[in-house]
């Protein structure tokens, strides 16, 4: 036990303390994970409104291919990535291996089919008389649309919580495409890991408590995003 | 987003079109930043040993002052850097597998293999050594720990550890394996751990030990079969096109330089009171051995 006490010192001493390090891994963690989810979300969401309203064959089987990718391993996510951005693969060119980009598009493919599948839930739970309404009323398919997407919004931005909350904290992708190099791709998970494998546990455990800070106060302003005007 | 004329809630649309902009706006802005160098970079691949006993974060800042070239440096097993070099994933290997580093010599793919330093494994254990191994040669210790069934906790990770505690169960002869052998598929330092947790004998080298205070004590040293001898091997292009022949080759030299052998020489002096490793660039194996 008392590893958590010493955590805890560690984590107020290295966030209040001024540790560049800390805050540099910090922000790259936030960086990389806002983006990939920003990305995720941009992808996600036209596709969850296209498995949630279009009438095409081999939806339901879409749907459920879908809803299956919400559970994507993240370790397989970053080696399919690692292997496609390998200098001898496909993707080589781009030299992006171990780069906080690669982070992204490992983290924003793990996101996508997440906001996908929750997002075509959230959508197909308005009311489907409201988008007649609204192409009644003179709007047109794609405004009805969006108009449906403003109506699911509380449940839209839970998906958004959802993805940011599952790539901020998933390791097995960051360490493996961004290879944990400090300075350069270290994030807060990747640290931890290799703070525990160190034997240092007290920080592996302020870090972890660093990274729930974090996560919290941006899931307090998606909240309060969320739940304005509500009583 | 396309947007027409109806007046239906107009606020919440562009509300939301201005919050959804401005994610993206940050996400793009996240994806641009920090990308400095990905071609040009070197990448290092060594081992887990050498991050875990701090060495690494010695070495791998002075040659960056030293020769502005920006290193990326993969922490992997010995199996797995060595891999990376064939494939050409990894320009300049920091190993000690000595049996596959020959195998990877011999493939035509890499430069040239230079000795760079050692340190030594020892064999750990619980102090109440109930197999009786304490002083033993490591053959010797190995056929008393399968003899007696006592826990041992292996790397299992095809590190250069691994393939050399594998090693001595061959000279042991000892087919290593039931309920009193299990592998971590770990780190040295995850290894160790498991090991203290379960009052079980391990291989370790000695850094990492050092570096890891534990219940474990060192029952078995000094053995000249435990000598853990790290080369460096730059890779060419026979590798692959976009090896970073010109920064291998420039670290490799670098490595054995009388400036890094006195880092390396130098190191954990301070916090251990003793060398955690032995600098050897330009001596012949029989040597280092010999002066074992």
Redesign the interface.
């Known amino acids: 036990m008392d590893v958590i006490w010493d955590a805890i010192r560690d984590a107020i001493r290295l966030l209040a303390g001024g540790d560049q390090q800390t805050y540099e891994i910090i922000w790259?963690s936030l960086?990389?994970s806002?983006?990939?989810?920003?990305?995720a979300?941009?992808l996600g969401l036209p596709l969850g409104m296209l498995l949630a309203f279009g009438r095409f064959r081999g939806r339901w089987p879409v749907l459920a291919l879908v809803n299956t990718g919400m559970g994507l391993p993240p370790v397989v996510v970053g080696l399919v990535v690692t292997v496609l951005l390998?200098?001898?693969g496909p993707l080589?060119d781009?030299?992006?291996?171990?780069?906080?980009?690669a982070m992204?598009i490992a983290q924003a493919s793990i996101g996508a089919p997440l906001v996908a599948g929750l997002s075509a839930a959230a959508l197909q739970h308005v009311d489907p008389d409201f988008r007649v309404q609204?192409q009644a009323?003179?709007?047109?398919p794609?405004?009805a649309l969006?108009?449906v997407?403003?109506e699911a919004?509380l449940p839209l931005i839970a998906a958004g919580m959802a993805a940011f909350g599952a790539l901020i904290s998933e390791v097995g992708a960051a360490m493996m495409v961004g290879?944990?190099?400090?300075g350069?791709t270290r994030v807060l998970t990747t640290a931890a890991v290799l703070e525990?494998?160190?034997?240092e546990f007290a920080l592996a455990v302020a870090l972890g408590l660093i990274l729930l800070t974090v996560a919290f106060t941006v899931n307090l302003a998606l909240t309060t995003?969320q739940q304005r005007g509500r009583p | 987003m396309p947007h027409s004329s109806v007046l239906v809630q107009k606020r919440s649309v562009s509300r939301l079109v201005a919050i959804t902009s401005s994610i993206l706006v940050v996400g793009l802005a996240g994806c641009g930043e920090g990308e400095s160098g990905g071609k040009g970079s070197l990448i290092v691949a060594t081992t887990t040993s050498t991050r875990d006993s701090g060495l690494l974060d010695v070495l791998i800042p002075a040659f960056e002052q030293d020769s502005g070239i920006e290193v990326k440096t993969l922490a992997v097993g010995s199996g797995e850097a060595l891999e990376l070099g064939e494939r050409g994933e990894a320009d300049v290997l920091l190993v000690h597998s000595p049996a596959a580093e020959e195998e990877l010599m011999a493939t035509g793919k890499a430069g040239q293999r230079r000795l760079v330093m050692h340190n030594d494994f020892v064999v750990v254990g619980p102090a109440g050594d109930p197999a009786r191994i304490a002083g033993k040669p490591v053959a010797e210790a190995f056929a008393g720990v399968a003899d007696a069934e006592a826990s041992f906790v292996s790397r299992g990770d095809d590190s250069g550890t691994h393939s050399a505690e594998l090693g001595f169960w061959e000279d042991a002869g000892v087919q290593p394996g039931g309920g009193w052998y299990s592998e971590t598929g770990q780190g040295m330092g995850a290894t160790l751990r498991v090991a203290d947790e379960r009052s079980a004998y391990t291989l370790a080298d000695r850094g990492t030990y050092l570096a890891q205070p534990g219940e474990l004590e060192i029952l078995v040293e000094g053995d000249p079969d435990l000598l853990n001898v790290y080369h460096v091997i730059d890779m060419t292009a026979k590798a692959g096109d976009r090896v970073n022949v010109d920064g291998a080759f420039s670290f490799a030299d670098w490595i054995v330089s009388t400036e890094a052998q006195e880092l390396i020489g130098a190191f954990g002096k301070d916090e251990y009171g003793r060398a955690l490793f032995t600098p050897d660039a330009g001596k012949t194996e029989a040597q280092v051995e010999a002066a074992a």
């Open positions: 790259l960086r990389v806002v983006s990939a989810t920003a990305i979300f941009a390998w200098r001898s080589g781009l030299g992006l291996l171990f780069t906080p980009t992204v609204m009323i003179g709007a047109s794609a405004r969006w108009e997407a403003v919004r290879g944990n190099i400090a350069e525990a494998s160190r034997g995003l």
